[in-house]
């Protein structure tokens, strides 16, 4: 389901966060991307909108997710180095192989900065934390595969407050490759879960 935004609060919201709302509101998603409104925090900015996302290839099962915050508070906050802030948490699946490379992290974290970059979205600030997990079966049940899962949650503060559609992009193709697609952003190189044995 496409996201549709409601109001996101009932008090009157200033123009720069109305421009927000409508930028996310007329984003296309690519067709594998299932993205709704879901409640955003109350706490951390004056104004707050929150998406979450699925990958979904062919209408089969989801094989990555993640949660979108955008943050604006009109007077800035000297932490974010600007007035708003992009709140990321994303996970996929990998190959067992693949969240055993020490080197999984330092790529996870290219391709979110890759991704910013190569869509042109001006930013401040970057920050994150990427975490590999894996878990074998033992026992009486030690015939469950193995499995592994990369989790990333990170943010942003958008240097060019007039082109929040290139956040929302590059948000969008961060998702994608950790679910294994090919970017629609050109420049962007996937490094498909399949090859990476092979790196």
Known sequence: M????TDVISLPVSNR???????????????????VEISSPQRLAPYSLALEAEVVPRGDEAIAS???????????????????????????????????????ADVAWL?????????????????????????????K???????????????????????FTRHIAAWQDFLCQLAGLEPLTEGVTSLGRRSWGAQ
């Open 111 to 139: 391709w979110l900065l890759d991704s910013l970059r190569h869509a042109g979205a001006d930013h401040r600030a970057p920050s994150g934390t990427v975490t590999a997990m894996t878990s074998r079966s033992f026992g």
């Open 141 to 163: 049940i030690d015939s469950t595969p193995a499995r592994a899962e990369i989790e990333i949650r990170c943010s942003w503060t958008a240097a060019d407050d007039d082109v």
């Open 66 to 104: 993640g949660r979108l915050v955008i943050l604006y508070n009109p007077e800035g906050d000297p932490t974010w180095a600007g007035t708003t802030r992009f709140v990321s948490y994303a996970q996929a699946d990998v190959e067992f192989e693949m969240a055993a490379d020490p080197m999984l």
């Open 2 to 5: 496409q996201v549709r935004l």
């Open 17 to 35: 966060f109305a421009e927000i709302e409508a930028a996310v509101r007329s984003f296309r998603w690519r067709p594998e991307v299932q993205t």
